[in-house]
């Protein structure tokens, strides 16, 4: 065990281009000089521009391999990608809870692939609320969000106090200010804007920049520096290769 790292883990699907899912967070957390652990949810044939098939991982599998490994280990943060449902993802976080209420989670909400395959849908928005309570974190898109809360931007519900968890809204689908990420937390709303603003796209960037978090968050950064400094490791991340796969640097 190590004594030096703290621990981080990754739920979520496989992919074998190693551009998204547990190869890309586990990298991201080796970076990060953090010590990383990693259930799959869901294996994938795919590649950096294509998604083919997906084989989703039973829940009892899942919830069999959070138990052993939570037995075993300080688990400090866990980031969560894909799953098939929300009923799924609530048994997963009741479970992780319930090990260790002090554990911090990051959903990255990927609602669809970037090759447009769609991964879950919303059918109860009880549920959801129910469910995303017991989350610390969440991070999606300017359309993702509006799929999670259809009147998150016309009504700002983030004045009215509404949201169950901190939400970090990414600002790469943000037409009027492109690339700048709002952080809504219970009581305030930070901006962090970006440092260029010409980046060249990657598959799992938000794979990347969710699992950056949760590494920084295990290292005890507070929510607001962890987003902070997540966001210039995705930077980097985002400029590393002229292809759609990126490189992890020290």
Request: proline share 4%; hydrophobic share 40%.
């Amino acid at each position: 065990m190590s004594k030096n790292r703290p621990f981080a883990l990754s739920i979520a699907g496989l992919d074998p281009s190693g551009g998204a899912g547990i190869l890309a967070d586990t990298k991201t957390f080796e970076q990060h000089q953090v010590q990383g652990l990693a259930i799959s949810t869901a294996n994938t044939i795919q590649t950096d521009c294509k998604f083919y098939e997906i084989e989703w991982t039973s829940l009892d599998f899942v919830l069999r391999s959070i138990k052993k490994l939570f037995k075993n280990y300080p688990v400090k943060s866990v980031k969560i990608g894909i799953i098939p449902s929300f009923s799924y993802l609530n048994e997963v976080v009741s479970l992780i809870k319930k090990l260790n209420p002090n554990t911090i989670i990051v959903w990255d909400t990927v609602l669809k692939s970037s090759t447009e395959f769609e991964f879950l849908t919303i059918e109860n928005q009880a549920d959801l609320q129910k469910t995303l309570s017991k989350i610390d974190l969440i991070t999606p898109n300017y359309e993702e969000i509006l799929q999670l809360y259809p009147n998150f931007i016309s009504e700002k519900l983030w004045v009215k106090n509404e949201l169950p968890a901190a939400i970090l809204l990414k600002g790469g689908h943000n037409h009027t200010a492109l690339g700048t990420d709002y952080l809504f937390l219970k009581s305030n709303l930070i901006e962090l804007s970006p440092t260029k603003i010409n980046f060249r796209p990657k598959h799992g960037s938000g794979c990347v920049l969710s699992s950056a978090i949760a590494a920084n968050l295990a290292l005890g950064y507070d929510l607001k520096t962890a987003c902070q400094e997540a966001k210039m490791y995705i930077e980097k991340y985002l400029n590393s290769s002229p292809s759609l796969i990126g490189h992890h640097y020290v």
